[in-house]
């Protein structure tokens, strides 16, 4: 066992850390008060290779292994998680999907444009009645000669508006369950294709989340992913690898609390001395730490899993559930030790605690990753 990082992953982490601050930073305060999506900066993250960083060169991608993509989501999500789930998303939802399972054609067609994040991407599973009871999907695409008749809603879509290549999951023959499910590509702008109201939300507001009406859009059949049927297992097997990109997303919030709290510990003065020689703060850096790293250890084991080919669910859903809750502790701690600054926008970890919320709900609450582990275990 090694706990050393290679020069290279170093390299990934330095470059996205002088992005963050460089380009990231400035404007994140304005971002989120107005719900703005961070549009230029996406773009210029595309152009640096954060979009598509796994996927092989030979399709425009970057190469890289896991644990590279972590290292950048981390640093990406402490200054900006609105920022880094559009990079979650596009690089392991929809890249690493069509990667693994799409045809030459579709590789060729739609994955190169998102690889250089030229285009962006959604994955739609989630509708207004299937959210963490994924097999219960009310979308259906129904086969007429050569194309598919898309109908349907999806809901709580990142990138709805953003995107213009959409993963869509839906229903093909309701009587066959989980295995009557299928998965398709859509391009925005599609007859029928509705890009429905953005979601006002607590947290990642930079983000846009939109749901999605599809009203007999016409899907050719080279835009099926896989097999008919195939669509569940496709579904699931893509958000196991998402679920680190989300893990290293509340690993990135939480550590960028922590490192804005023990900054602030030592230039705020209180009772004659900086804060941070108190005990009652110390007590709090420690448990933030001590959190922070078993975290950043969960959420890298997952990714060098998946690197060295071995089954990941079971790790991903450990290390997303485990980090989740670690963001959410830290970033209310963060502004603890900030005390009344801690709650105004300027400090950040305000911003930071709500988003935090989030990494406990999307990609599979807390209780679905309990549900991925425990099968896992009694199986
Ligand atoms: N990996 C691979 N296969 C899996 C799997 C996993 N993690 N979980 C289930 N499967 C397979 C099973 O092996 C089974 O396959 P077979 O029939 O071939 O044996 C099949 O899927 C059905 O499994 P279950 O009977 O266990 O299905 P279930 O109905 O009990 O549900 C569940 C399982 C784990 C609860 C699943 O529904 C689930 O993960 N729900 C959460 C969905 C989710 O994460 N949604 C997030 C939306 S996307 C998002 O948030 C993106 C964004 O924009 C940020």
Redesign the pocket.
Known sequence: MNFELTEEHIAVRDAAREFTQAELLPGVIDRDTEARFPKEQIQKMGELGFMGMMVDPKYNGGGMDTLSYVLAMEEISKIDASAS?SMS?NNS?VCWGLEKYGTEEQKEKYLKPLATGEVLGA?C??EPEA?????SQRTEAKLEGDHYILNGTKN???NGSSASVYLVIAQTDASKG??GISAFIVEKGWKGFIIGKKEDKLGIRGSDTHSLMFNDVKVPVENRIGEEGFG??FA??T??G?RIGIAAQALGIAAGAYELALAYSKERKAFGKPISQHQAIQFKLADMATQIEAARMLVYKAACLKDQGEDY?HASAMAKLYASEVAMNVTVEAVQVHGGYGYVKEYHVERLMRDAKITQI???TSE?QK??IS?NLLK
């Open positions: 789930v998303v939802l994955f599973l989630s959210g963490s009871d994924a097999t709580w879509i990142t989980h295995k569940f297992t699931m097997e958000l196991n998402g669910a999307y990609e599979g679905i549900i991925v099968r």
